[in-house]
C-alpha cells in the first residue's frame, strides 16, 4: 500500500510540472476541429507528443489513429487509456472550424488532455519501475457517429469498414492482447463532479433514399412521384411507432433530411434521410429496426416510388465494470471528495467505448466540467483542470492500482469479467448488422 | 295547329297544377317532416303510394324495399317517360327538421321532390292531356340516392334484401327501367345567382371503400408494446392520401374524403380494429379507377407502417351523370315559356358537380336531366340546408316537366322519338349491372 501511494505521489508531481502544456495541447485541439477519420493535423500532434515523450508509436491506424506505448518490460496485464480525436459538425460554435464547421461541441479535446496526463505522469520513470505489464495510450478517430455518406465511401474504397474508430481498431487487432481500457468523457452537471458507472445505449445507423420521378411540379404533378412525400409519410409512420416503444429499452430514433429535392419546381425524385436506431439492448434495437424499415416502405409503398434502405453497424451498448468503477471512484475521491464523485445513470447516447465494454472491462466516467449543451453550439469545457489535469491523475492513479504489486488487481479484474462475446464473435455480430435492400411495393 | 294544340294543353297542365298548389306544398311539408334514410322510407313511401292512387294510379310498391311505380298510359303507343322523385333524407342530426331518434333530415331537399313529381302526375292525370299523349309516364318513385349507411347496406346486401346500395341502381337490376325510354327529375339547390332553375353539366362518379384494419390490442398504458395499433394505421393512410393531393388534375373533379367509422373500442386500448369509411370520386369511371388504385395503395402503406393487416372493400358506386341535350334543350325553352326568360341558366356542359348522383348511372342507359331549382338556403348537406322558396322548390319544378313531357309525348312523340333514336347511351342495362358487379370486389393485404 505504501508502494502504491508513494507511485501515485510520483505520478502526481511529474503531471502538476506539466498541467499548463497539457492544458494547452487540449487548447489547441479544440482551435483546430477535425471530423471523425480526418483527424490528420490532430493525429500528427498526438503522434510527435508520444515521440517527444519517448514512446514506442503507431500511427495511421484506420487512417488517422494512433497508439503509444509504456511497456515496463515485466509480465501483467495491458491497460489501454483512450482518447477521441475526432470533433463533431456545428456550425455556430465558438471553436468551430470556419470552413467545414468542425467543432469540438462534444469536449473530445480535453479526453486527448487528460489521455496525454496519465503519460506525462507515467513518463516519470520512477513511477514505471513500480509497475508490471504495459500501458497504450489509443488515440482513436471518428467516435462521432456522423457523415454517414463519406463514411459509407470510405467503406466502398476499403479504407475502413466500420464506421466508428475504435470498431476500426477492434478489428485491425489492437485491442487483442488489451486487458482493460478507460477513457474519461466530459460532461457538465454537476460542476466539478466526476460520474463513474452508468450505461449508454447501443445503435444502429441507416441511411435511406427514396427515388421517385421529377415532373414540373406546377404544370405537370401528376406526372410526378413525389419522393419527399414519401419521405415525409415515412418519418410520420416512424413517430406512429413510438407508442410499442418500452420505457426500459430507452429507445430513440431521430432522423435527419440529408436531401429534400433539387429545385422547389421541380417533383423531387430522389430524397435522402439518415437516422439512427439506439435502444439500451440489442433485441430492441433490432426490433425497433425492423418497425422503422416498416415505416420507411410504406411512404414508398404510398407514393409509389422506390426505397434503398442501407443498414450499418452501429455502437453496442455500454455496459462498465464494477470492480474497475471502484478502483477508479477511490482515486477519482481522493482528488477531489468523496461527495463530489456521483453515479451516472443510463445515457441514451452512444459510444463505441460500447463496442470495448462489450470485450475487455471498462469504464467511461465523465469529468464533469463543461457548460451548453452536448453537441449543441454552446458546449464549452470551463474547468481545463479538472477535465485535463485531475481527469489524467484519477486513471493515471488507476492504472497505478492496476499494475503495481505485480499487476495483481489488474488481474483479478480481467481475470474476472465475463466478456459478453469474444472478439471473433463481435466482428461476426457487426458484420451481421448490415443490409441493403430495395423495395418497390 | 299543332303548336296551338301543344299550349293549350301546356295551359290545361298548367292550370290544374295552378290548382293543387297548396297540396303539392303540404305533401311536401309532409314528406319533410317524417324524414327516413335511405332503404327505410317506408312512412313517406305509404304517403306518396296513398297520393299516387288518390289520383287513380295503379302503384306497383315495394321494388327495392321502398320504391314504387306507377304508369300513366297514353291514348297511342310510344315511348316511356319516367318522372323521377327521391324518398329518402340524408343524416344530419343538428338539422332543425332531424328526426330526433334516427338524425334522418331532409338537408338536400328531396320531399320538394315528391312535391314536384305528384304536380306532374297531379296534371297530366287530366284526361284530355292523357288522351293527347303518345306513349306512358311512369312516376318512378326511388329509395336511397344519399350513398350513406354502408354498413347497414352491405348487411341487407348480405341478407339479400338488395344487391346495389343505392335506389336507382337497385332498380334498374330489377328491370323498373326496363320498359322506360328517358327520364327526368328536378334537385333543389342553394340559390346561387338569381335563376329560378339551373341545368347542364355533369357530376362525378364515385367508388366506395370499406377499410378495415386489423391490428392488435393491448393495454395502451400498460403493454403498448404488444398491441398494433389500427388506428395509427388508418391515420397514416390518411396523412399518405394527402399526399396524394397533388396529383390530382383539376379537370379531373377529383375527391377523396372518409370517415372513421369506428376508431377503436376504448381510449385505454390500444385499438385493435379500426374501420375507415372512404370515398373517392372522379369526373368519370375511367378516370375514377386509376385513382382509387392510388387511395388503396395509401390503405396499405398505412398497414405497411404498423404491421397490421388492412381488408379494402371496394364498393360500386355512382357513374357520372350525363345530361341529354335534346331534353335539355326542351326542359330549357320550357323554362322560359312557363317562368320567364331569364328563369333558367344553363351551365356548361364540361362543368363537373364535385358530388354524385345515381341519375348518373340512369344516364349510362337512356337520355336524363337532372336540373336543379335554386330554392333552399343555407348548404347542401348541412344543418342550415332548408327550402326557403316552396313555390320554386315543388310548382316550378312540376310546371316545367309536365310541360317537358307534353313536348316529348304530344305531336305523336316526334320529340321523344328524336331525342331516343339520337341519344347514345354507354351500355344496356344488363351491361350497366355487369359493370357495377365487377366493381365490388374485397382485397385483403395481410402483414408480412
Excluded at chain 1, 341 to 363: A, E, K
Excluded at chain 2, 169 to 190: K, N, P, W, Y
Aim: hydrophobic fraction near 40%.
Amino acid at each position: 500500500m505504501a508502494e502504491r501511494a508513494n507511485l501515485k505521489s510520483l505520478l502526481s508531481s511529474s503531471i502538476i510540472k506539466r498541467a499548463d502544456e497539457l492544458e494547452r495541447v487540449a487548447r489547441d485541439i479544440l482551435d483546430h476541429p477535425e471530423s471523425g477519420y480526418r483527424e490528420v493535423r490532430t493525429s500528427n500532434l498526438v503522434a510527435d507528443w508520444f515521440k517527444s515523450n519517448g514512446m514506442e508509436v503507431q500511427s495511421g491506424i484506420a487512417r488517422t489513429g494512433v497508439i503509444g506505448t509504456f511497456d515496463t518490460g515485466r509480465p501483467g496485464p495491458h491497460v489501454a487509456v483512450m482518447g477521441e480525436m475526432d470533433s463533431l459538425i456545428v456550425p455556430g460554435h465558438a471553436h468551430a472550424d470556419a470552413e467545414t464547421g468542425a467543432a469540438h461541441a462534444c469536449g473530445h479535446h480535453a479526453q486527448i488532455g487528460s489521455m496525454l496526463t496519465v503519460a506525462a505522469g507515467l513518463a516519470e520513470s520512477s513511477v514505471m519501475s513500480g509497475l508490471s505489464g504495459k500501458i497504450s495510450f489509443m488515440a482513436v478517430p471518428a467516435e462521432e457517429y456522423i457523415e454517414l455518406e463519406y463514411r459509407e465511401s470510405l467503406r466502398e474504397t476499403g479504407e475502413i469498414e466500420f464506421f466508428g474508430g475504435k470498431q476500426e481498431f477492434i478489428k485491425l487487432g489492437f485491442l487483442n492482447d488489451v486487458d482493460i481500457a478507460m477513457l474519461t468523457h466530459t460532461g457538465g452537471e454537476p460542476p466539478g463532479t466526476f460520474g463513474v458507472g452508468g450505461s449508454n445505449n447501443g445503435m444502429i445507423g441507416k441511411t435511406i433514399q427514396y427515388i421517385g420521378k421529377a415532373a414540373h411540379a406546377g404544370g405537370s404533378p401528376h406526372l410526378g412521384i413525389n419522393a419527399l412525400n414519401a419521405a415525409h409519410i415515412g418519418l410520420a409512420a416512424i413517430h406512429a411507432q413510438r407508442e410499442t416503444f418500452r420505457d426500459a429499452d430507452t429507445v430513440r430514433v431521430h432522423p435527419i433530411i440529408t436531401k429534400g429535392g433539387a429545385a422547389v419546381n421541380s417533383v423531387p425524385a430522389d430524397v435522402r434521410i439518415e437516422t439512427y436506431v439506439r435502444a439500451s439492448n440489442v433485441p430492441a434495437i433490432l426490433n425497433t429496426s425492423e418497425k422503422i424499415d416498416r415505416a420507411f416502405r410504406a411512404g414508398a409503398l404510398a407514393t409509389g416510388a422506390t426505397v434503398k434502405i442501407t443498414t450499418n453497424p452501429g455502437y453496442l451498448p455500454a455496459k462498465y465494470d464494477d470492480q474497475l468503477t471502484q478502483v477508479y471512484r477511490h482515486n477519482a475521491a481522493s482528488l477531489i471528495g468523496d461527495d463530489n464523485v456521483i453515479d451516472l445513470s443510463h445515457s441514451s447516447g452512444c459510444t463505441d467505448m460500447g463496442d470495448v465494454s462489450q470485450l475487455v472491462p471498462t469504464i467511461q466516467p465523465t469529468a464533469n466540467a463543461t457548460s451548453g449543451n452536448g453537441h449543441g453550439v454552446d458546449y464549452l469545457v470551463e474547468n481545463y483542470d479538472l477535465a485535463v489535469i485531475k481527469a489524467g491523475k484519477a486513471m493515471g492513479m488507476t492504472v497505478v492500482d492496476l499494475l503495481a504489486d505485480d499487476g495483481a488487481k489488474g488481474r483479478r479484474i480481467a481475470g474476472s469479467f465475463n466478456a459478453p462475446m469474444t472478439i471473433s464473435e463481435y466482428l461476426g455480430r457487426m458484420r451481421g448488422f448490415r443490409s441493403e435492400a430495395t423495395y418497390t411495393e | 295547329m299543332r303548336s296551338t294544340d301543344t299550349s293549350s294543353m301546356r295551359a290545361v297542365a298548367l292550370h290544374a297544377i295552378d290548382g293543387a298548389t297548396r297540396d303539392l306544398i303540404t305533401d311536401a311539408k309532409t314528406v319533410y317532416s317524417t324524414p327516413e334514410t335511405g332503404f327505410n322510407e317506408h312512412k313517406t313511401a305509404d304517403y306518396v303510394k296513398q297520393r299516387l292512387q288518390s289520383l287513380g294510379f295503379v302503384v306497383e310498391t315495394g321494388i327495392a324495399r321502398t320504391g314504387m311505380k306507377a304508369v300513366l298510359r297514353g291514348a297511342k303507343p310510344g315511348p316511356t317517360v319516367a318522372v323521377i322523385a327521391e324518398l329518402d333524407a340524408l343524416r344530419v342530426p343538428t338539422h332543425p327538421g332531424a328526426d330526433a331518434e334516427s338524425g334522418a333530415a331532409h338537408a338536400c331537399g328531396h320531399h320538394a321532390q315528391i312535391g314536384s313529381m305528384l304536380g306532374v302526375a297531379t296534371a297530366l292525370s287530366a284526361p284530355e292531356l292523357r288522351n293527347a299523349l303518345s306513349g306512358n309516364v311512369a312516376f318512378i318513385v326511388t329509395p336511397a340516392e344519399e350513398f350513406i349507411d354502408i354498413q347497414e347496406r352491405l348487411a341487407l346486401r348480405a341478407s339479400g334484401e338488395i344487391e346495389f346500395l343505392s335506389g336507382k341502381q337497385e332498380m334498374i337490376r330489377l328491370g323498373t327501367f326496363d320498359d322506360v325510354d328517358m327520364a327526368m327529375m328536378v334537385h333543389t339547390s342553394a340559390g346561387k345567382g338569381s335563376s329560378a332553375l339551373s341545368i347542364g353539366g355533369t357530376s362525378n362518379a364515385h367508388v366506395s371503400h370499406q377499410v378495415r384494419y386489423i391490428g392488435r390490442s393491448a393495454h395502451a398504458g400498460g403493454a403498448p408494446d404488444y398491441g398494433i395499433n389500427a388506428l395509427q394505421a388508418a391515420m397514416l393512410a390518411n396523412t399518405a392520401i394527402n399526399a396524394q393531393r397533388e396529383t390530382f388534375r383539376e379537370s379531373d373533379v377529383v375527391r377523396v374524403h372518409g370517415i372513421i367509422s369506428n376508431g377503436g373500442a376504448s381510449v385505454n386500448a390500444v385499438p385493435g380494429e379500426v374501420i375507415y369509411e372512404g370515398r373517392v370520386r372522379a369526373k368519370s369511371l375511367e378516370t375514377l379507377e386509376p385513382i382509387a388504385e392510388k387511395v388503396i395503395r395509401c390503405y396499405r402503406a398505412g398497414a405497411l407502417a404498423m404491421g397490421a393487416s388492412v381488408e379494402v372493400q371496394s364498393i360500386a358506386g355512382y357513374h357520372g351523370l350525363i345530361q341529354d341535350p335534346t331534353m335539355q334543350k326542351l326542359f330549357v325553352g320550357n323554362a322560359e315559356l312557363v317562368l320567364g326568360r331569364d328563369s333558367i341558366s344553363v351551365v356548361s356542359a364540361s362543368q363537373t358537380h364535385g358530388g354524385s348522383t345515381d341519375m348518373g348511372d340512369l344516364s349510362t342507359i337512356m337520355p336524363v336531366i337532372h336540373p336543379y331549382t335554386n330554392s333552399a338556403s343555407g348548404i347542401g348537406h348541412g344543418h342550415d340546408y332548408l327550402i326557403e322558396d316552396y313555390d320554386r322548390a315543388v310548382v316550378a319544378p312540376a310546371k316545367v316537366m309536365a310541360a317537358t313531357v307534353l313536348d316529348l309525348l304530344g305531336n305523336e312523340a316526334q320529340t321523344a322519338r328524336q331525342a331516343v333514336d339520337q341519344s347514345k347511351p354507354g351500355m344496356t342495362a344488363e351491361q350497366y349491372v355487369s359493370v357495377q358487379r365487377d366493381r365490388f370486389k374485397t382485397e385483403l393485404f395481410e402483414q408480412s
